[in-house]
């Protein structure tokens, strides 16, 4: 007893640290809150600075895959140190530079570059984690990070606002030492510590669809042996390396084969659920959470049943139109959301000069903070709306879960709408509000409908896919945005760029993002008549094939 008190409380102290380090990883979507100052001291125009921001996004979401393999072959504490390192490698470039008034934007690209790869990295492991020490109750343990991610920028901005108000240089320092210094420590308190297991195993339930889930294929007489040995309570699994972390709590050995689903199949007739350690991939398990970052948390009510029969990834995933409509939904929505995220500080700035030209840069700062709070929290939001809305949608209105993409195309509209038409800066948290919401609701919903579609064993490299559509879209979206910008500025002789006309400085932008909301709009409702009609079509197969 003793010791499962003693494994119980590591345990809670772990998912701390993953939390601590998750709160480290979000920074990207602060960057509204020190770029226009930033651009101002480089003398920067608008294009160059939104090339910085990208960068940023760039390192976050192009590297999906290769650092989820990455986790799951080395396990999650690696990637924490390398990511503690590769954000304070590329926050503090930053803050040099800005203290030095100059810089190359290809530099400055890289180290945002770096910040984006660091939290990537970071909260891949974190969430990992979360999800390992707690295998009965992943959703809720993987909750914390998520939410913490979600409530980085807040945080960050909410420090700066309260003890460096007005100073971007202190606050670029603050980043560089605040997210090098929380996922440093927290990398002392991350373990992975798997359940001591007892003689005695209770027979799993057997949920519907499972017993047609599993890949049936041709066994060798060798593999029919090793099953057959691992089977008998009497020998020890297969031999296998094994990892101890800084623990004495003995794991189990994890099975070789080269096959996941005879893995899989094996392990869920074993009734053993709880014996992963710290190198074992996440998704080749019956789970519902991912090792990937960014927004990568499944429902715990997706439908299992189909998400275990269906599997589909790699050459057959690109060969699926399904992909292609998820991947082209995923690009326009989040384009959208990454524009305003990148850029809400110059809306800040031009419709407070415009309101107000004795506004001084401290105030400008704090202004700018604030919406960057209010993006932050309605993100938040919109992740767990989208959550108690999907179960909604399926367990009481046995709807689509795809139903959440149109609410989020909705939220998104209204952002708009309220861009093209606010011109009293004191109302424009309405467009920062809307647009950290729709976003929330986006990435909140997602990956469970990835893993309905697609099945659940191959949702790490599948999510690795679809965060590609982001990169694309957001580099499309935030330089119309930065040209749009530039047109209307003007360069004073001390090259400095500012844009006085407030409204019309932004305004064309906002106008081809709402004709994108609609489109996605149409674009969602076309994917849930396609889909209700290839399930339909399904269902008539297995009656017929019943019959």
């Known amino acids: 007893m003793a010791v499962g008190n003693r494994v119980y409380n590591a345990r809670i102290v772990s998912s701390v640290a993953a939390t601590v380090i998750s709160l480290a990883c979000g920074t990207n979507y602060v960057y509204s809150a020190w770029a226009p100052q930033f651009a101002d001291k480089l003398l920067l125009s608008a294009t160059e600075s939104n090339l910085i921001g990208l960068a940023g996004n760039l390192g ?13 072959s080395k396990g999650p504490r690696p990637a924490v140190i390398v990511g503690s390192i590769l954000l304070g490698l590329g926050y503090f470039p930053l803050h040099q530079a800005y203290d030095a008034g100059h810089g190359s934007v290809a530099w400055m690209c890289f180290v945002s570059y770096l910040t984006g790869l660091g939290g990537c990295m970071a909260f891949a492991a974190a969430v990992k984690t979360s999800a390992l020490n707690w295998p009965h109750h992943r959703g809720t343990a993987t909750a914390f990070p998520l939410a913490a991610f979600g409530l980085s920028a807040f945080f960050f901005a909410l420090i700066g606002s309260i003890f460096f108000p007005g100073s971007p240089s202190k606050f670029l320092m603050l980043l560089a030492c605040g997210t090098f210094g929380l996922t440093f420590v927290g990398f002392f308190f991350l373990r992975v510590l798997p359940a001591p297991h007892s003689p005695y195993h209770a027979v799993p339930d057997v949920e519907p669809g499972m017993t047609d889930s599993r890949q049936l294929h041709r066994t060798t007489s060798e593999e029919a042996k090793a099953r057959a040995g691992r089977a008998n309570p009497s020998e020890p699994d297969a031999p296998t390396e094994q990892e101890d972390e800084a623990s004495s709590i003995r794991e189990r050995p994890k099975p070789q084969g080269d096959s996941r689903a005879v893995d899989a199949a094996e392990e869920a007739a074993s009734g053993n659920h709880d014996g992963a350690d710290e190198t074992s991939s996440l998704l080749s398990q019956s789970t519902s959470s991912s090792s990937l970052p960014g927004e990568v948390l499944v429902q715990s009510s997706v439908d299992m049943d189909r998400s275990h029969r269906v599997d589909i990834r790699g050459i057959n995933l690109l060969k699926s139109f399904e992909f292609w409509q998820m991947f082209t939904i995923m690009g326009i929505l989040s384009g959208i959301g990454l524009m305003t995220i990148n850029n809400i500080g110059n809306d800040v700035t031009a419709l407070w000069k415009h309101y107000d030209d004795s506004i001084d840069d401290k105030t400008l700062v704090l202004r700018q903070q604030l919406h960057v709070s209010i993006l932050s929290i309605g993100s938040f939001s919109g992740r767990l709306l989208s959550g108690v809305g999907s179960d909604f949608l399926v367990k009481v209105l046995h709807a689509s879960r ?77 330089l119309f945005y930065g040209s749009v910008f530039d047109a209307h500025s003007i360069v004073d002789k001390d090259g400095v760029s500012s844009c006085a006309d407030g409204l019309q400085c932004y305004w064309a932008a906002y106008v081809v993002t709402l004709g994108a909301c609609g489109l996605g709009l149409i674009v969602t409702l076309w994917v849930i008549w396609h889909q209700r009609k290839v399930r339909l079509a399904e269902s008539a197969g297995k009656v017929r094939a019943r019959e």
């Open 60 to 72: 976050m979401y192009s590297m999906g895959v290769p650092v989820g393999l990455f986790v799951d």
């Open 402 to 478: 795809v139903w959440c993409l149109v609410i989020a195309s909705g939220i998104f509209s209204l952002a708009q709408i309220c861009a093209l038409n606010v011109t009293n800066p004191h109302l424009l948290g309405f467009v920062s509000g809307f647009s950290g919401l729709g976003y929330g609701f986006l990435f909140g919903v997602f990956p469970s409908i990835v893993a309905e579609s697609f099945g659940i064993h191959g949702l790490s490299q599948n999510w690795g896919f679809m965060t590609l559509s982001p990169v694309i879209s957001s580099n499309i979206f935030n």
